[in-house]
């Protein structure tokens, strides 16, 4: 059977002796002062599991130190128990608004106070127990949420960035496709038409768009992705032969992200597609 540790103060010597006396099998019994500073070392260095304040007609001043020693007890979360008869117990509770834990009214055994106490002690450690147990499966909860979270950004981290390459020449389609498929996900469509159906389903992070197409050509094609509030952040690129000043002007009124000449060197396709997507 486990012994708790009791420290006992008050004016009732007789109440204390019998802790030290005839429960000694079931407390280890410490005794101090009503002086604050003497109780708040002993709680320090003994620490209790429970403290006694053993009554006999105790003056209001020690009745009221007893509040801040309450204070001191709870920050540790040890029980505060009054031992004293009606009187001492009434005045107490008045005094004090009654913030004792247990109150235990004499006469009573000496059996019959061992028993109440430790019947408090173990109900208070199930109970203490069970909020520590709760807080350890809240706390692994919490983990395994971050853990889920962190896993989840990871996840978007190597999430391999998209690319839809729109160009009527199906040779360069095959030829854009090889330089990129290693580093991206690459899809293509050979009109401006098919590039704008792929829009409506699915999602891309850039678009490589020829700039001379017959139905739909580039611009005609960029001013419907800016148009549509889907997708008018979408970065875009012109893929052009032309290489007249005039122009390759007026391709960049449209404000793409830029533009690569023809025939696509594999170097200055990859430098681009990076700076743009990171």
């Not at 009214?105 to 061992?114: D, F, G, H, N, S």
Request: glycine share 4%.
């Amino acid at each position: 059977m486990r012994r708790y540790k009791v420290l006992l103060t008050g004016s009732n010597k007789t109440s204390m002796d019998e802790f030290f006396l005839h429960m000694d099998e079931t407390f280890e019994s410490q005794s101090s002062s009503d002086r604050y500073w003497d109780l708040v070392s002993h709680i320090k260095h003994f620490s209790p599991d429970v403290f006694v304040f053993c009554m006999d007609r105790e003056s209001k001043e020690a009745m009221s130190r007893m509040v801040q020693v309450k204070n001191e007890l709870s920050r540790k979360g040890t029980p505060f128990v009054v031992l004293g008869d009606a009187q001492d117990c009434n005045d107490f509770a008045k005094v004090t608004a009654g913030i004792a834990d247990i109150v235990m009214q004499r006469p009573m055994t000496t059996k019959a106070i061992e028993s109440k106490i430790v019947s408090f002690l173990r109900k208070f450690e199930r109970i203490e127990g069970e909020a520590q147990e709760e807080g350890r499966r809240r706390e692994a909860e919490e983990r395994q949420r971050m853990q889920e979270i962190q896993e989840m950004l990871e996840d978007g981290e190597k999430r391999r960035k998209h690319i839809l390459v729109v160009d009527d020449d199906v040779r360069m389609l095959r030829v854009i496709k090889e330089h990129l498929h290693k580093s991206y996900d690459v899809a293509t469509a050979i009109n401006g038409k098919l590039a704008l159906k792929f829009l409506e389903t699915k999602q891309t992070d850039l678009i490589l768009l020829d700039y001379v197409m017959p139905e739909e050509d580039g611009p005609s094609v960029l001013r419907k992705i800016h148009e549509n509030p889907m997708t008018q952040d979408l970065p875009v690129v012109f893929l052009t032969g032309m290489t007249d000043g005039n122009k390759i002007r007026e391709a960049l009124s449209e404000k793409p992200q830029g533009y690569l000449l023809k025939p696509i060197e594999k170097a200055k396709l990859m430098d681009t597609v990076e700076k743009i997507l990171g």
